[in-house]
């Protein structure tokens, strides 16, 4: 079994300041880790990927994440964001084909 | 543009009606899959093929929602006797299961509105 909790439903920040969205997962095979975004009335992007190798995954738009298996978390950063940030994000495992997503953070950026 | 693609956008029906959404999806990708996302919500999975098999079909909603992959390309989903709940945005997405990338494609959904 697996599941994925996104601890903030909605994140509001100012822009250029930096964010922090955070993801705890639990997941009894192979952890495959991912963090998507959506904009209004659009399908997911994938932001990035955490299949093996480096803790530190570096993604589209200037976003980062870091995998902690010792807390079980995936939080996804941004040094500085912008307007066009405002968006949903979902963080999703993925252990097998059928990924599993978290109810998402909606970040919000404001001028 | 050779992203995935979903038909209708929006589908306004009236309770007790059928509704079929179509999805194509990126044309090399051999795995395709349907999930509903309620407001708020993030994505459910409701089933997903490889190929033109079905390889699970146990987390479809009800006896009322199936889906079909005939030639292995494009998707259907059928919602037969529509009722109130399920008004939602059903999302397509495509992968390629070589290479280990696990990465999903998302088409822009199908919104669903039952009145």
């Known amino acids: 079994a697996q599941s994925v909790t996104q601890l903030d439903s909605q994140v509001p920040v100012f822009e250029e300041a930096p964010v922090e969205l955070r993801c705890n997962y639990s997941?009894?095979?192979?952890?495959?880790l991912f963090w998507y975004v959506q904009y209004p009335n659009q399908g997911l992007q994938l932001l990035l990927k955490?299949?093996?190798?480096?803790?530190l995954v570096k993604g589209i738009n200037g976003f980062e994440a870091e995998f902690n298996k010792s807390q079980t978390s995936f939080h996804l950063r941004k040094p500085s964001v912008h307007i066009s940030d405002t968006a949903e994000y979902f963080c999703?495992?993925?252990?097998?084909?059928?990924?599993?997503f978290g109810r998402g953070t909606s970040l919000i950026v404001h001028p | 543009d050779t992203g995935v693609s979903q038909n209708p956008r929006h589908k306004i029906t009236k309770r007790g009606q059928n509704v079929t959404f179509r999805c194509d999806p990126i044309?090399?990708?051999?795995?395709l899959y349907w999930y509903r996302q309620t407001l708020g919500q993030g994505p459910e999975f409701l089933t997903y093929?490889?190929?033109?098999?079905?390889?699970?079909k146990s987390r479809l909603l009800s006896d009322r929602f199936s889906a079909e992959r005939p030639k292995g390309s494009f998707s259907t989903l059928e919602i037969q006797r529509t009722e109130q709940g399920d008004s939602a945005m059903y999302l397509c997405a495509s992968s390629w299961d070589r290479g280990g990338s696990y990465e999903q494609y998302f088409g822009p959904g199908t919104r669903l509105t039952v009145t």
């Open positions: 093929f490889q190929n033109e098999a079905q390889l699970e």
């Open positions: 044309s090399e990708h051999n795995r």
């Open positions: 955490y299949l093996s190798g480096s803790t």
């Open positions: 997941s009894s095979v192979s952890v495959y």
């Open positions: 999703a495992v993925g252990g097998s084909y059928i990924p599993t």
